[in-house]
């Protein structure tokens, strides 16, 4: 009897985690669907002229942008755990606000900070003694590196957050043990924390590059042709939306590959954390003088990557105030954009504690696939997956108001799109696999004994979740929801397209406005997204703190 | 309860956001609006029947026509706005109607010595270095080339791309107001971009230093050797199932009155498209408009094949 509750309990749990598993699942259908529609001989053109060069610069961005996170998001963690410094507390969390900076935004205020005529190269023109620029300028930044840089000073976050958590949770008794060895600093960093770090790095570099493949704003208008622009030109310009889902399909194989590999070299690795809490590091503290300047060398990337854009942001706004006043607008969008993003974070958040939990609780095939297909719609360039939750979403709605025209005579319009319940489903669909993985991250943490015990002292799969795995696991997923919750408000071509009538978002309207060239109108816009974006990211850094 | 009508628009809301608004303070009727960038014609298509959407509002003729070729739109019978509307500037069927347009025009360095120009002179070896341009994938441009294409062909289209892309002094990208700022900036001395924005920055309607801007700039309207300059539209449909047909054609019949052709011009600085209707004297300024005959039809059906060569030129690497 006993027995049968307990496995009664986790086939709920399967049962649950299908049924998230599978819409999320839906979009890529649609679009294998579309693309199966013939593209009208495209693939020789393409062939020939396009998808080179778009694997080429896709590739470079790719391999330019890891190689940069790593180096700055691996640094500036083990600058921050393992040395002591002024202005060390300050800099933990500092460096997390980038995160806060949707890539669309930095490219439209380097562009304008860096331009010829803006005040960086005015002062150094002046400074140098050169009358115009034609006769100095800056080298171009519209250009691959100019992409590279920039997104690497948004996304190192992502690597910075998760290599940071692995120092100090895994690092600092092996760390100890091995100065006590007489291993000296630099070569403890090398032989000992980083190789520990690996999986760390891995998940957060797997992340930024994600972001970085999925980016349109920046390299559209920092002139590089990724394949998720030539998805886009493809799509936009010829209206040819099968061709469009062919590229994305052979783009998400291409994902899936890279994620595999990865998965692959590290198949042999297992980390476990032993069941006391871990030791915290006992940082070196450095003098007054190598103090300042790690401090200095650690602002560094908030400077670039937060600080400079975020007060031009500010300057522009305080300029636009003054000129237009304050839309009345402004107050509705940042409304939406926080209850929408806040809502979504929830649901994503509990969709992902139960298939992780699924998966951790029920080990097998059938689990580790659903684990897999929840991430398949992070890894979508982000406008074609929107077409693949636009098809069946309003195929559904068609439905349901066909269905209550005919029996209830009288239509309901439409009801998801209309509610903006698309809008949800596009968000848990994009954004399921940050939930996912952090929870699974923090489940790992929780050693296997615990369940065990927990299951022979007669708790079925549902109460060692309830007992066990939901409070220990608390600071992860506040982890998770924050990191979800600014990936949503920024999050823009779901929403552009599945938004109802006369709802407005802080993206959506700073999109309009720099679709005709005059963001200065939405830098209020850009602002108050920077803004709402930074105080989970400090919310976050709390956390982590107190988790250290 | 009072009428209503629901838009789904490509054109930016802070442009015709004013019209919309005249339109409600002189007809009583509510006007609900959605801005979609891409995927305009793929959200009606899904939504099918039950797509709230009245009135299909798009930017650029080769969206334009592609919601009329997928059957997303229906013929409307007006005699004001078949009186309103000139024939080129709107479908043969009826299902689709030109609002507004704008001019596809050469921006300069002041101090250069130029006095006209023909879109073929981009390609001259003379401007190597010199040229600033978006990308060779956006509608305004793949409109441009697919023009070359009709004046010309597709081979000479390719030879004169290959020639512009040459000449680009950066890599082809932004948007068309960044071309004034690099000529400002020094990076270049000539480039194509829309007549409207010249409007926009010399109004001050953006802000002082953008007046800068378009002062620094002169603007002369190219044409094709044989032929004029090229010229887009802002354009409507009404959808196949709209809701609220009968409002749907008020709004446009409004949109195409001197009321509103004046608002367009005074709001967004492009040029009205009823004949005789008051062009912004900033506008005016730039000499007189000399549209080119190829009709927009025929601008559309090239479109793929204007945005292939530029891909084969690799206009945007």
Known sequence: ?548 | MAAELNIYTTREPGLIQPLLDAFTTSSGIKVNTVFLKDGLAERVASEGESSPADVLMTVDVGNLADLADKGLTQPVESDALKAAVPENLRDPANNWFALSMRARVLYAAKDLDLASFNYEDLADPKWKGKVCIRSGQHPYNTALFADYIAHHGAEAAETWLAGVKENLARKAGGGDRDVAKDILGGICDIGIANSYYVGLMRSGKGGEEQVAWGNTIKVILPTFEDGGTQVNISGAAVAKHAPNKDEAVKLLEYLVSDEAQKLYAEANYEYPIKAGAAIDPIIASFGGLKVDPVRLTEIVKLRKQASELAEKVGFDN
């Open chain 1, 1 to 548: 009897m006993l027995k049968a509750v307990r496995r009664r309990s986790g086939r709920v749990w399967l049962l649950a985690s299908v049924l998230i598993a599978a819409p999320v699942a839906t979009p890529v259908l649609a679009l294998l669907w579309q693309a199966l529609q013939g593209s009208n001989g495209l693939w020789p053109h393409l062939l020939a002229y396009v998808l080179p060069q778009a694997f080429l610069q896709t590739g470079m961005l790719l391999v330019g942008v890891g190689v940069l996170v790593t180096l700055l998001g691996t640094s500036t963690a083990w600058l921050v755990t393992a040395y002591d410094f002024p202005g060390r507390r300050l800099l933990e969390w500092a460096l997390l606000l980038p995160l806060a900076m949707p890539t669309y935004i930095i490219a439209y205020a380097y562009l304008d900070l860096l331009h010829p005529i803006g005040w960086v190269q005015g002062a150094i023109r002046a400074a140098l003694g050169y009358a115009s620029p034609r006769d100095f300028r800056l080298p171009e930044i519209r250009s691959m590196a100019g992409c590279i840089v920039l997104l690497s000073f948004v996304l190192y976050p992502y690597v910075y957050l998760t290599t940071r958590a692995m120092f100090f949770t895994q690092a600092a008794n092996l760390v100890e043990v091995s100065r006590t060895l007489g291993t000296g600093r630099g070569r403890v960093f090398w032989r000992v924390a980083l190789p520990l770090a690996r999986p760390a790095i891995a998940v957060g570099v797997s992340l930024a590059l994600m972001e970085a493949l999925n980016d349109i704003g920046a390299s559209e208008f920092l002139g590089v042709k990724t394949l998720t622009v030539s998805v886009y030109t493809t799509w936009v310009t010829r209206s040819d939306l099968p061709g469009a889902a062919q590229i994305a399909v052979a783009m998400l194989l291409l994902v899936v590959a890279l994620v595999t590999i990865e998965r692959w070299a590290r198949r042999r690795q297992r980390y476990w954390s032993s069941a006391q809490r871990a030791r915290s590091f006992t940082p070196h503290r450095l003098g007054s003088v190598s103090g300042l300047a790690a401090f200095a060398l650690g602002l560094i990337p908030v400077l670039i990557g937060f600080i400079a854009p975020a007060s031009y942001l500010a300057v522009e706004a305080w300029k636009r105030f003054r000129f237009a006043g304050l839309s009345p607008r402004l107050l509705s969008e940042t409304f939406n954009t926080v209850t929408l993003s806040a809502m979504a974070t929830l649901a994503i958040l509990l969709f992902g504690l139960v298939i992780a939990y699924a998966a951790r609780s029920l080990p097998g095939r059938l689990t580790a696939a659903l684990q897999r297909i929840s991430t398949v719609g992070y890894a979508m360039p982000g406008t074609v997956l929107a077409i693949g939750i636009l098809v069946p979403v309003a195929a559904l709605d068609r439905m349901i108001d066909q269905t209550a025209l005919a029996w209830l005579g009288m239509p309901t319009g439409l009801l998801l799109i209309g509610s903006g319940a698309a809008l949800g489903y596009a968000y848990v669909t994009r954004f399921l696999a940050i939930s996912v993985g952090s929870v699974e991250a923090g489940f790992s943490r929780i050693p296997r004994s615990f369940d065990h015990a927990a299951r022979s002292l007669g708790q079925n799969v549902t109460g060692t979740f309830r007992h066990i795995h939901l409070p220990l696991s608390k600071p992860s997923l506040v982890a998770a929801g924050l990191l979800v919750f600014v990936d949503c408000m920024k999050e823009l071509p779901a929403t552009l397209l599945l938004r109802p009538l006369n709802f407005e978002t802080l993206a959506t309207h700073l999109y309009g406005e720099a679709a005709r060239g005059t963001y200065e109108e939405a830098s209020i816009a850009a602002l108050a997204i920077v803004l709402v974006g930074t105080l989970p990211v400090i919310v976050l850094a709390r956390i982590g703190r107190w988790k250290s």
